[in-house]
């Protein structure tokens, strides 16, 4: 099973809004809803940021929102601040026969 | 709250065994109706999900670690391990432990950096 791809870089001044894309296939994003979004800084685990393609944990601030069209995902994250500046990655369930999980190569978000 | 600590040798020898465990606090293991797994992370690079094993005792792998790859639970201790047989240096990572629910990983361990290496 292939990753899902991501786009390796975008970049931001503070308070614009930047969109990462999350491409997947029929078999992953575009079939199941178990879709999330993981924000990593340097040194640190990922933390979830979104899960259920949309939804966001309690705690998270609703700058970041997902979505999803056909195959492909989108977090986008508006009012674009230093603190979120570092790796994004995707996720999705992927299993039909057998449980499956992908995540995508992850985005490295720059704010200018 | 839900806490995952990750334990276990920060070297191994090429061709040995790795060897972690996932020591659990704030939920019990074979309670919850959720899934535990573990990803990897090799510097530099994207996360890779390893495997998982549901709260029943079923156990699923990523088919291309499939035939090295062994999760199991110690529901006595409320722990889950995992062991990667026959390791090369393309196996040093920062390994994760975590607790999912198919493709949402609501809550991570710290992580374990495992260096392959004579």
């Known amino acids: 099973q292939s990753a899902l791809t991501q786009p390796r870089s975008v970049s931001g001044s503070p308070g614009q809004s930047v969109t990462i894309s999350c491409t997947g296939t029929a078999g992953d994003v575009g079939r199941y809803d178990f879709v999330s979004w993981y924000q990593q800084h340097p040194g640190k685990a990922p933390k979830l940021i979104i899960h259920n393609v949309s939804q966001r944990p309690s705690g998270v601030s609703p700058r970041f929102s997902g979505s999803k069209s056909g195959n492909t995902a989108s977090l986008t994250i508006s009012g674009l601040q230093a603190d979120d500046e570092g790796d994004y990655f995707c996720c999705s369930y992927a299993g039909s026969y057998n449980f499956l999980v992908v995540f995508g190569g992850g985005t490295k978000l720059t704010v200018l | 709250q839900l806490q995952l600590q990750e334990s276990g040798p920060g070297l191994v020898k090429p061709s040995e065994t790795l060897s972690l465990t996932c020591s659990v606090s704030g939920d019990s293991i074979n309670r919850s109706s959720y899934y535990w797994g573990w990803i990897r992370q090799p510097p530099g690079k994207g996360l890779e999900w390893i495997g998982s094993?549901?709260?029943?005792?079923?156990?699923f792998y990523n088919p291309s670690l499939k035939s090295r790859v062994t999760v199991s639970v110690d529901t006595s201790k409320n722990q889950f391990s995992l062991e990667v047989t026959s390791v090369t240096a393309a196996d040093t990572a920062v390994y994760y432990c975590?607790?999912?629910?198919?493709?949402?990983?609501?809550?991570w361990g710290q992580g374990a950096l495992v260096t392959v290496s004579s």
């Open positions: 094993i549901y709260y029943s005792g079923s156990s």
């Open positions: 975590a607790r999912h629910f198919y493709g949402d990983f609501h809550f």
